[in-house]
């Protein structure tokens, strides 16, 4: 494996994580991958993740299925949802935009799971 260490001026600060063994194979498959460390495994997927696009990427592999509870939300990306229009008529696609903040209050615990359930990716705000 190649030496993917920072640059020599810059301090190097070492740092542990808790992993399961099947994150830590994942780990180790990614550095022969990419033919470094596992450190630099870890700073190839830091400095991806510096990219807006990339982070957004990652939040919605990682979604966790269950909305977690709070009383707002921040859509992390603009997304269109099928919303119904009531009994027997058609959905109709609506557009959320990002950063807008959903009140759990205004919107109803079952529409944001809706939302959240079609691809939302909604940030707990409080």
């Known amino acids: 494996m190649s030496n993917s260490a920072p640059e020599p001026s810059r301090p190097i600060i070492s ?51 269950k909305l977690p509870a709070a009383k707002r939300y921040r859509l992390l990306r603009d997304v269109t949802v099928p ?15 990002r950063d807008r903040v959903l009140e759990r209050d205004a919107f109803g615990a079952a529409y944001l799971e809706h939302l959240h359930h079609n691809g939302a990716l909604l940030d707990p705000l409080d």
């Open 15 to 65: 740092t542990s994580v808790h992993l399961e063994p099947a994150e830590v194979q994942q780990l180790d498959e990614l550095a022969v991958r990419w033919r470094v460390s596992r450190s630099g495994a870890v700073r190839k997927l830091l400095k991806a993740a510096k990219e807006e696009g990339v982070l957004c990427e990652v939040e919605a592999a990682t979604r966790p299925e």
């Open 83 to 97: 919303i119904k229009m009531g009994l027997g008529l058609p959905s109709v696609p609506t557009l959320f935009t």
